[in-house]
């Protein structure tokens, strides 16, 4: 990539899918200011595991150190269902705690999974977000909690959290924005982003969904695929998906971005880092995978 088409240095952030250590705020932050991080975003997918006062602790240090926080749901945290019963409440409940943990350690957006579509056609599904949504934005507000929510693109071609699902949900409600992960949007076109102009014009519907100012929100790793569906997160290399054009198409546009990296390890986060932030890579350099390349699509 020529020197004329990088991003202006600042306007990208780059950083983890996972706190690094989950013992130590301190230990934390400093591990990712050692690897160059000005980002990262807390991982409670699979449950909650960080209490407030490690919150407080992180957010105040992250701050310190400049380092942009988000926060993932965890996956069963998901709206769009049928009924109002326990499994409703149990979601009502989980994102509550998110959005609370996200102004205690000052992050944005909360990232939620869009559900599921449960027999339904698409534009009903998207239609029952949407209003679970507001009545979830109407419960935060009471209590202070009213921060911005994120929803992600989806990885599997006939299930809800398509690319205009999502921009269908972020339009309808300002506080949302659509989360971008580029690995799932490679699967689901069955390997079709190889270009700059693939992420600009994924890009260029998203901003068009977004408040101004408001920095893009992406999650993106190497992926592998098969029949439009994305099987998991790869060690960059291993599958087809490629930074350079991301960056390239990035730098078409005034709006800053934070980049959540999903590699499956450190080393690949670093390389895409260094693609993106135009940085070394620190503490780990290139996957040793970087030269063996193949597809999975």
Partial sequence: MSAAILPRMGSIRFGPARVPSRESSEAAVQLLSERGYGACEVDFEGGFWMDWTYAKQFGAMSRDRDIRLSVHAPLTAFLGHRDRGKK????????????????????????IHPGFRFGRDRRDAVAAVIEQLEELRTRLESKGRAVPFGVEVMGRERELGTFEDVLAIASALAWVRPVLDFAHLHAVTGGAFREASAFARALAGTDAAMQPAVPFHIHFSDVSFANRNEKAHVAYGHGTLRAEPLAEALAQFDRPATVIGESPDEASNQAIRAILVGQAPRRGGQPACHERRRSFG
């Fill in 88 to 111: 409703y409440r149990m979601s009502l409940g989980m994102l509550d705690h998110c959005a609370g943990i996200a102004v205690v350690c000052g992050a944005a957006p909360v990232v």
